[in-house]
């Protein structure tokens, strides 16, 4: 065989063996490191999955929720641990550290860039799913949530518990209660009760030395940077001890759709003036979206709305405050509040609240999507721009 060929097979093999054996060095130090922390290597192994195992596919993909970062050129995680208890994340960040591995924690897979489970360099996930209780204390108004808890699973607890209690946090349920919470939780009872962060009343965290600490062990400054800076960036969020909001019995929700024929863009500008001084009980939301009809695109505005009491009472406000949306009686749909979870998920009327629990969702999608605060109103032809 001439030795370009040679060379040629050689450069193509090399990658994968190297992974190959840099996956099977850190598992085996892996467990050996953890092992040697308790003296079960039973137990460990039960919870770390490298690529030779059947269930690592199947278990990395279940919390990959934007196709982008699953393809087949993705960089892979060495290995993933499912932590079954709080002392499996101390030794996991404490062998991490010992090994020199890159950590990434993931809770729900929601980050929009896959933060929580793509690298560049060499690392291993681990995986909070299992790590998913929740207290509720009704007469304390407060529940203790696990990191690895979804927002849906959080609301359908508070339900179970209380038809007058919610948590303010964001619409969609299969988020998870560490990324949303420790990125600042932002949803459809923020004008009323403010951001999830500002709900949180306690915390448990794994610092980099494997300590676990609460609210008054760690101080109020790393206590503040948890909510909303990014837990990662400073250790493992175990749980959050959150303050329950009160609701009414009966909330209305309503969904009016304008097209630019229909003068969007007068509403739309109207809008910027309405959304953030109306009364506090009301949440509108804006979407816009490009639609064709009769064959001519064209813009879609959609204010979806939520407020906090009957119909009758919001009818007065948005007469009142915002008339030039034209809302009607027809238009409103008078529920409970775990049923307005649903219809803001984009659930169909009458579905399940059983449905929160489903922790998967749909299949996910291919998608770019960024967040920003809008702290100066979009002129009439900034609006016609878009
Ligand atoms: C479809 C969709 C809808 C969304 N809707 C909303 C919304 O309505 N309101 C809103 O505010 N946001 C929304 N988001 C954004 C979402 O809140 C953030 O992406 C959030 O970080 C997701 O949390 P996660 O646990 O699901 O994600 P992950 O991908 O698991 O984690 C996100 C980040 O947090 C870190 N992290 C996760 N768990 C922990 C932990 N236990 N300790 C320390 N760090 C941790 C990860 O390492 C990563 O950096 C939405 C995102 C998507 C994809």
Redesign the pocket.
Known sequence: MPVSMLLFLSLLCTPFSFSTVATDSVYDNLLHCLSSKTNSKDQFSKIIYSPFNSSYTPILQD?I??RRFNTSTTRKPLLIVTPLKESDVQTTIICAKQIGVQL?????????E????VSNVPFII?D?FNLRSINIDIKDETAWVQ??A?VGELYYSIWQKSKVHGFP????P???????I??????NLLRKYG??VDNVIDAQ?VDVKGRILDRKAMGEDLFWA?RGG?????????AYKLKLVPVPPVVTVFRVIKTLEDNASDLIYKWQFVANKIDNNLFIRLLLQPTTIKNKDTMRATFIGLFLGDSNSLLSVTKAGFPELGLAKQECMEMSWIQSVLFWANFDNGTSENVLLDRKGGSPNF?K?K?DYLKTLIPKDGLEGL
């Open positions: 919390y929720r934007n990434k924690i993931r809770s729900g897979g929601h980050d929009y896959g933060i929580s489970y681990l909070m990191s690895g979804t946090a964001g619409i969609c299969t988020m998870g209660i560490g990324g949303h420790s990125g600042g939780g932002y949803g951001l999830s965290i948890i990014g837990g990662a960036s400073f250790g493992v969020v175990l998608f999507r967040s």
